[in-house]
């Protein structure tokens, strides 16, 4: 028996206005959650026009759309933009694409190509993996331009082998109009040491194992619900009032989450401590705001954690990726000269999505406008909001000179480390706790250089 999936309203109207009109075909994305017994669509997007391409690819005899790989690299690039938006527990859930009659035959092989363009796409670079509870079936929609029926079907993305399955599309209006958030605040305070090797993919490749080390503490902390330990098989739901579809997002439950490292084990295990040569480090600290959301079909507790413990692994990986994809394309990106470089991380802001109780979010760096944010959730959702919508009193925007004045305090220590210019030990940092504040701070990094 195929899979199910219950679509918001919204979703089939937006669908509904889509043409292919002067395009041979036009492709898109939807945003959802999957769970092991049913799936949810909640958002659709068309992928936004390429610019200096040409608009219409060239139609051979058989009426069949030559391979355009280009279009494929833009649906994917497309998809990972849009998965930074995205708060735990949504993810890019599927695709689909609009053609005229005549090429309806030869969709099913460019639909294959683009649902594992784009979950390669969305998965690149996560510091998570997904487990053997995780839904692997992604939906790919055809629509008909000029009749309007579609044709839904699943693939398994483990499987690039794998044949299609037929699935259920069925309209519902208020799927997300309830769904409880799991939110959290947590202090951010990571040391990455970079290797001698300066090369850019070297750099990159430090970061990312610098960050997984700090996801891996995040995934064996503690959480408390409310300020309650809860059996993770629990459900997250227990005890609270059931509310009626549609009743708006205010009467969705909200659960207070704290993250706590655990205490180490005492065992006959040794520890170890691992030394690496290194010609600078990387720091990044401060505090970050976290939101998750689950779906009310009995939805159990270690959904909430999981949802949420990614989602703060993908907030700092993608702050991240979004600063040094400029610094890494820069020649003077390393220190240019400099014993220490500091900059702000952006910080998080979030949109309601009209009819839902779930909240997207995107990235602002400080010298960003309101303005900015509305042109990218434009561009990238499709979706229209204006500057009121916008919640950005969840964090502040790093201020670097502070971090630097923070950073002086502690110059005594680090000349001490300076002089083993060539010797970097890797601490181990708590990387999760609670942050106190109401009002947090975004997290800003420095690059310290060591001289020789």
Known sequence: MGRTYFVEDAVGQYLST??????????GLFVGQSSSQKDYVILATQTPPMQDVREEAPINKKGSLQQDRQSEEWAAEHARQVSRMLPGGLMVIGVFIVTPTELTKEVQALLQRLVFAVEKAVMKGKLWAAGEEDVFDR????????TKKFVCRTYDVRDHKCSPKPADWKYQNGVSASWPCVECAISVDIHIPVSEVSTSQTLEKNIQNGLARWAKQVNQSVCLINGQLKCEDSELLEGQKKNARGSGHHSAPTFVVQLLKPMPQTSEERSTAAVQVCSSSINLKGAVFCRAYLH????????AIQALKRDVCNTISSRCEMLFEDLLMSESSSTSGAEKEFHGLPKRV????TGSSVMFCDYMFGDELAADIQERFSEMLDYDIDDLQLDMSKEEVADPDAFKNSEGEKEELKNVVTDQSKISKIRQNVGVALAAAVTLVAVAFSVLSFSD
């Open 139 to 146: 939906v790919a929609l055809h629509i008909c331009s000029t």
């Open 296 to 303: 009310t079909n009995k939805p159990k507790v270690k959904d």
């Open 18 to 27: 889509l043409n292919t009109k002067g395009k041979p075909f036009l492709t």
């Open 350 to 353: 979030f949109v309601p999505l």
